[in-house]
């Protein structure tokens, strides 16, 4: 009876925490595609990632859908990318929080924004806060806020450009 002997195996071999999939590590390849996406410009990186029930807040503006991230991105892209106001926009997340339980997660951190002006460099900080929740074998973001500190001259110029 090898096949039984097989299939206790495996099966033990499947439970092993040295196999188990890290969902913060998973998480953290969210993360890394959205930087990326700004980066390189190329949405399409980050866009995977959302739920189809996607929705969210950003620079005080709501966002409904892969569609409305898209335009969002087109309008920030336009303003900021190599628009008239600027020639480059660069977003670092810093993750200081993220809580798994079982098919859900939420995550929080601050972000450090970078907008390259004809004037020089402006860099600026936000708060973000998400929402992910499991879809199969992958992990997709169902709510993504992300909120430039009010108090912060800088924050609210570059809110008031793309609102």
Known sequence: MIAPAFAAFLAALLA?????????AELLKIKDAYERAIREDKPELFTKHLADD??????FK?????QGFNEFWSKVNDRFGKGENARGYSVTLKPEKIDVSGDTAQAEGTTEETVDTPLGAITYASTWKANLRKQGADWKLTRMDSRPDP?????????SLVS
């Open 54 to 59: 996607f929705g969210g807040k950003m620079l």
């Open 151 to 159: 108090a912060n001259t800088v924050s609210r110029f570059v809110s």
């Open 62 to 66: 709501d966002i409904r859908g892969k």
């Open 16 to 24: 092993s925490p040295a196999l188990a999939v890290d969902p913060k």
